[in-house]
């Protein structure tokens, strides 16, 4: 792959719009004059001095033009034309980190932080590695948001823009469980993926969602499975564990990036609602129901249901006069759990969403879970009353008599 140095060119920022390729033979005229100092004309990105661009004009042109206009869509996040399609989910990850990159609210400057290409290096006969820096320039002090790794690969006589995702884990291990996928560059511990799955499956299978693929990437730190989709240094991220995960997914594959721990140690009750997420938003819900559901199938802070209720027993079992109803909408009592707090309406309502699901399937469960929640819960206790006959009158007395039943079904009595 024949390159030449970009000594020779200057540091320009004018725009040019990448729909006209018009202006295109102007670019390649400025690369191709070696005797003098030029002006570079690439919409919205800064050259340094000393880069090393391909030596084919044309090439050279299409590349910068296809990073320059990916940005320019990432940085928005709308549909981005200069995606590699048969990576555009493991770009995603890249483009959410990369949308309103270039906004600074310290400086309330909406285009402070600007993109320098500061490394372009072949990989392959007409494939790149390119590197770039967001850095905003205050008092003549840069500022550094973020370094970015991209790969180019050049199709028929375009250049497209993807993640290194598939790139920098293409010699892994890879773990398989049912349609879960675990990559890996070290020895996992099976175990725990197969508990994460049958969990994650178990759930997806009640929200009737368990088509496609599920790919997880797996580090041991979070910093390095940021690297892994392009993400070598983010501001945002300074001073942080990053115990954390990414995800990004379509009708055919879901993809986390994420450490070992934030997978594996996932807690069972948040796992619920992060498989409830991926098919309808939070503000469609009612949200004490979401948390009833998780605590019956995923139990909370790390204890099952079936620890949790013997320990509700103890304080409430033999008090038949508590105003369950009252306690729906007060959060006066809790039970105690590993430091934490699980309030007396997650069991009550955990013993419902199990009646009703008993009595009516998951339909039923899904049913009161889309109500609208309000302050008197009139739609609630509507659809709570015809799923199964209980309402504000009968409450207590109803939810009592469920709380005997659990008591025997598991040989508390």
């Not at 390649?28 to 000393?50: F, Y």
């Not at 199990?354 to 009161?368: A, N, R, T, Y």
Request: net charge negative; aromatic share 12%; glycine share 4%.
């Amino acid at each position: 792959m024949k390159i030449i140095s970009a000594t020779l060119l200057s540091i320009v920022l004018f725009q040019i719009s990448i729909a006209q390729n018009s202006n295109n033979e102007e670019i390649i005229s400025t690369i191709s004059t070696r005797d003098s100092i030029t002006p570079m004309i690439i919409e919205n990105l800064v050259l340094t001095p000393e880069i090393i661009l391909p030596e084919d004009s044309l090439e050279c042109v299409s590349l910068l033009v296809a990073l320059s206009g990916f940005l320019t869509f990432a940085e928005q996040n709308v549909e981005n034309k200069w995606v590699l399609p048969t990576e555009t989910i493991e770009t995603q990850l890249l483009i959410d980190e990369i949308e309103n990159i270039q906004k600074s609210n310290q400086y309330g400057i909406d285009h402070f932080y600007k993109p320098y290409v500061t490394n372009i290096i072949p990989i392959d006969e007409h494939d790149y590695i390119i590197k770039v820096s967001y850095i905003g320039i205050f008092n003549n002090y840069p500022i550094v948001r973020a370094n970015l790794e991209l790969n180019a690969y050049k199709k028929e006589s375009q250049f497209f823009i993807a993640s290194p995702l598939k790139r920098n884990t293409r010699n892994w291990n890879t773990t398989k469980i049912e349609n879960h996928y675990f990559f890996h560059p070290y020895a996992i511990d099976e175990k725990e993926a197969f508990r994460f799955t049958e969990k994650a499956i178990f759930y997806d299978n009640k929200l009737n969602n368990n088509n496609g693929q599920f790919h997880y990437y797996l580090e041991k730190r979070g910093f390095d499975a940021l690297k892994l989709f392009g993400i070598e240094y983010k501001s945002d991220y300074n001073g942080y564990e990053l115990n954390s995960r990414w995800h990004a997914e379509d009708e055919q594959v879901c993809i986390w990036v994420a450490n070992e721990d934030r997978v594996f140690g996932y807690d069972t009750h948040d796992l619920w609602h992060n498989r409830l997420r991926r098919i309808i938003p939070r503000n469609k819900i009612h949200r004490r129901v979401d948390c009833y559901i998780a605590t019956l199938y995923g139990g909370m802070w790390g204890e099952s249901w079936d620890v949790l209720f013997p320990k509700f027993c103890k304080n409430f079992v033999l008090n038949k006069t508590t105003d369950w109803l009252d306690q729906k909408s007060s959060f006066e009592s809790h039970i105690p759990v590993n430091g934490r707090k699980v309030y007396v309406d997650d069991f009550v309502g955990a013993l419902l969403v199990q009646k009703i699901e008993k009595e009516k399937g998951f339909e039923g469960v899904w049913e009161l879970l889309k109500t609208k929640r309000t302050k008197e819960d009139l739609q609630y206790f509507a659809v709570l009353e015809r799923l199964v006959g209980i309402n504000q009158q009968n409450y207590n007395q109803e939810v009592n008599k469920l709380i005997e039943l659990e008591m025997v079904s598991q040989e508390i009595l």
